[in-house]
């Protein structure tokens, strides 16, 4: 376990249709954290989990978007419903404890036609 | 409510000259970290450099150091030396201390180097 992966790379979906994004953090880290970033633009914060627990949600995140983390493990992010204005980098980051440095994973790029 | 600032759209360098890349910042708290992440074109984000705000001394790492300014909420990032490798995306990020959640992005430096 290198780092924070995320799957899928791309995701090409039509407007109205559900997806569901996947992130596996470091293994020990006990923090994860999903961020939406457009082109141009720093990333923007939606949620957090400390362990399983979603500790802390941004008002970004809609009643369509929704993210569990079972077990504190892995975290699924799922946008139902998808609409053109969805469309970005999704990023999962994770980090241990108070102060560490998040960990960032490649991203989902998510293009909603 | 936190704000990080970064007023550089974009910069240029020579390679093996040194640059400078801005960042203030906006809080009231008194315990918090700052960070520099760099982007390059794949967008996988990677830590450059961490500060402690309790920290007086500058953070360094190889050919990256800070200025940080507490009491002016400057927070600014200086590579020495620089690379090819260095050209990248870079963002000014801050979290509260011990009841820090969420890390607050700036919008970011675009870096060209120039050979």
């Known amino acids: 376990d290198t780092g924070v992966s995320q799957d899928p790379r791309h995701k090409i979906t039509k407007r109205g249709q559900n997806v569901t994004f996947r992130c596996d953090p470091i293994s020990e880290h006990n923090r994860l954290y999903w961020y939406r970033q457009t082109l141009g633009q720093g990333p923007e914060f939606l949620t957090y989990?400390?362990?399983?627990?979603?500790?802390?949600k941004s008002r970004l995140l809609s009643d369509r978007f929704s993210a569990e983390r079972p077990k504190g493990s892995f975290s699924t992010l799922e946008i139902q419903r998808t609409e053109q204005g969805d469309s970005a980098m999704y990023l999962c980051?994770?980090?241990?404890?108070?102060?560490?440095?998040?960990?960032f994973g490649q991203g989902t790029r998510l293009t909603v036609v | 409510a936190q704000t990080v600032t970064q007023s550089q759209p974009e910069m240029s360098v020579q390679e093996a000259e040194t640059v400078t890349l801005s960042c203030t910042y906006d809080?009231?708290?008194?315990?918090?970290?700052l960070f520099w992440y760099k982007q390059p074109p794949s967008r996988q984000m990677i830590l450059v450099i961490r500060q402690e705000a309790y920290k007086q001394q500058n953070a360094t790492e190889n050919r990256f150091s800070v200025n940080f300014q507490k009491a002016a909420k400057s927070f600014s990032l200086k590579i020495s030396d620089s690379q090819l490798g260095d050209a990248a995306m870079y963002f000014c990020?801050?979290?509260?201390?011990?009841?820090?959640?969420?890390?607050?992005f700036g919008t970011g430096t675009s870096l060209t180097v120039i050979p």
């Open positions: 980051a994770s980090s241990l404890g108070w102060g560490g440095e998040a960990f």
């Open positions: 990020a801050y979290r509260r201390g011990n009841t820090g959640n969420q890390f607050y």
């Open positions: 989990f400390q362990n399983e627990a979603q500790l802390e």
């Open positions: 809080t009231s708290e008194s315990d918090y970290y």
